[in-house]
């Protein structure tokens, strides 16, 4: 991909909408070698673009989920102990002791690859997807930068390993706590928000092209005005392709046709019982009339 509208034309091709700010980030991180920091509200598409950018490159999208708590032995690697015990007692059974047993069980057969030790050791640069980085603890952060700049792994028993190819890195943040100024010096930035109106029915049309173009209009408007509800999870684009997939599913061709069919379609957009409390079928017309 020679610039960023050849990668922002390739996303659009299999399904995804990037605007230019996020497509110009991308092909600079990929042309730089460098990760990419993608910050917004949940369920704008941050780990869908690492999911996009594995299918145009063909190539393996492998994952790290954070979380409070995560640490080496989830994210790198970890030794297989049972192996290793179930080998101790058969070289015990059979008088073998020392060094010779040590250095088997304490080999590649015994080493269990977890997601970052993974990502280096492929054959064709995968798409490493960090997700959520801001759920983990600052000191799983700052091991993450040594790997992130290196891409390279020190395991005692074995030694350091290189990587055979570097990954395309993708972390993703939802704001539930700063980042280190280390971590953003590191990476390419874009912050990716909701979409607007037309971006947004360009996605619909992308993904659920059986839709009608009044019904889409209307999907569109409704859910972008159900998000300025005072609302505690605000829909994001997964919520309103579901809601336009159980509307079609339900036969709905208009959105203020059937005001207790729109309001249990409500199921897919709102995930909480005080949200749904917010939405009573009288608002939800209210919403639905003014949406067309």
């Known amino acids: 991909m020679t610039s960023w509208t050849d990668l922002q034309s390739s996303l659009e091709g299999i399904g995804y909408v990037a605007s230019d700010d996020l497509a110009t980030a991308l092909h600079i991180a990929i042309t730089l070698g460098r990760p990419l920091l993608l910050e917004g509200a949940a369920g704008v598409g941050k780990t869908e673009v690492a999911r996009a950018l594995a299918t145009i490159k063909d190539t393996q999208l492998i994952r790290l989920q954070c979380y409070e708590g995560l640490d080496a032995s989830q994210a790198i690697y970890e030794w297989n102990y049972q192996r290793q015990l179930l080998s101790i007692r058969a070289a015990s059974e059979a008088g073998e002791t020392g060094a010779a047993v040590e250095e088997r069980i304490f080999s590649e057969d015994y080493l ?14 995968p798409v490493l997807l960090i997700d959520e980085i801001d759920r983990a603890d600052e000191e799983f952060e700052a091991y993450l930068l040594e790997v992130l700049s290196e891409f390279q792994i020190t395991i005692p ?20 706590r700063d ?62 392709l579901d809601f336009a997939a159980a509307l079609a599913g339900l036969g709905i061709k208009d959105l203020t046709s ?15 019982q005080a949200d749904r409390a917010m939405v009573p079928i009288e608002v939800a017309a209210r919403l639905a009339g003014k949406a067309a």
């Open 112 to 125: 269990m690859e977890r997601p970052l030790l993974k990502s280096i050791r492929q054959e064709i640069p």
């Open 157 to 176: 028993e074995l030694g350091t390993i290189t990587a055979t190819t570097r990954p395309l890195v993708i972390l993703t943040a939802n704001g539930t």
């Open 179 to 240: 980042l280190s100024d280390a971590l953003r010096r590191r990476c390419i930035y874009a912050h990716i928000d909701y979409p607007d109106r037309q971006t947004e029915l360009a996605i619909l049309a992308s993904r659920c092209p059986d839709i009608e173009s009044h019904l889409g209009q209307q999907i569109v408007g409704f859910v972008q005005k159900l998000r300025h509800e005072e609302l505690e999870k605000v829909p994001g684009m997964a919520e309103m």
């Open 258 to 272: 059937d005001p207790a069919v729109l309001q249990a379609a409500l199921a897919t957009l709102l995930k909480t």
